[in-house]
């Protein structure tokens, strides 16, 4: 995937743990670490915007939404 330059500015602390981590070859530069940190962040929210989603269900309304027409279709199903 096509990568593209940005500029930052973060907190100087941050920038000492980030530093420290390339150090210890947990990440090849700060680039790679800022990268991993974001991609993470990211999949969290999302997970996290999937369930306050799904909290907003009503669960009796999404049952009668799937049992909505069984009654008709069970007529079409064959015997076993």
């Not at 920038?15 to 940190?37: G, K, T, Y």
């Amino acid at each position: 995937m096509p990568k593209t330059k940005v500029a930052l500015t973060l907190d100087a602390d941050l920038i000492e743990q980030v530093d420290e981590l390339v150090e210890r070859r947990r990440f090849r530069n700060r680039s790679q670490a800022v990268e991993a940190a974001l991609a993470d962040k990211l999949r969290r929210l999302a997970r996290t915007r999937l369930a306050t989603e799904s909290a907003r269900l009503n669960p009796r309304e999404e049952k009668r939404l799937a049992d909505e027409g069984l009654a008709e279709d069970l007529a079409a199903w064959p015997e076993y």
